[in-house]
């Protein structure tokens, strides 16, 4: 085991290319939630546009709640749910989904060394247990947390939803790996305390995870974490 990885007591992982090769039309779902904010009135400002569209939506959220308009931000929130779950059933490639190379086996070999580990995805439950099933790997994995399982305000780049993924691993964040593709992935860990693996596997490569991070560990599968704690 590397030093910096001494203590870990449980993994979570990010599941869109992390675990599993998809390929969901984020650019897409960008620019619905500018639609949607610049219709409300909410000012480009207010929103960074350099990040997800998650984050543009909290932003947007926290804007309109601040302007007395509460209500309109969770229904807001309502309808990027419902075509977030639409984008990612019919763009996600699922008809021929794959696991990465390797993926069974790793969650095997943390099974048999004893150390729980977990999924916590932005993706809707029924699209994650959907996916999980076309890989084979539902019945691998004990723990799923999606976006429908706690408010929004506890899911990614909250460090409630890292908090939520470790309590029901029996340990906390600061003991806990996590593992992603994408930067809001990195901010979740960070906001938690908990220690962060990134992979090139998805939409950022290694060159890019450089660029936001010098000091972020990058592999190309998640794979890779076996190196890094055994």
Known sequence: MQPEYAGVRAVGFDLDGTLADTHIDYLQLCRW??????AAGVPE??????????????DGKH????????????TLTTAYNRFSQD????????????????????????KSRHIPFGILTQGSRIYAETMLDRIGLR?????????????????KPAAAALGHLASRLGTVPADLLYTGDLKIDLLTARSAGARFVAV?????????????????????YATGITDLLF
């Open 87 to 110: 984008l990612e059933m019919s763009t996600s490639n699922l008809d021929r989904v794959t696991a990465f190379p390797g993926t069974a086996e790793l969650l095997d070999q943390l």
């Open 45 to 58: 400002e207010a929103f960074d546009s350099s990040f997800g569209p998650k984050l543009r939506l909290d």
């Open 139 to 155: 019945n691998r994995v004990g723990t799923l947390i999606t976006r429908d399982d706690y408010p929004p305000d506890e899911a």
């Open 63 to 74: 804007w309109l709640t601040a302007c007395g308009r509460g209500a309109e931000a969770e």
């Open 33 to 38: 939630v500018e639609e949607h904010l610049l």
């Open 200 to 220: 090139s596997s998805g939409d950022i490569d290694t060159d890019t995870w450089r660029k936001i991070d010098p000091a972020v560990t990058v592999l190309p």
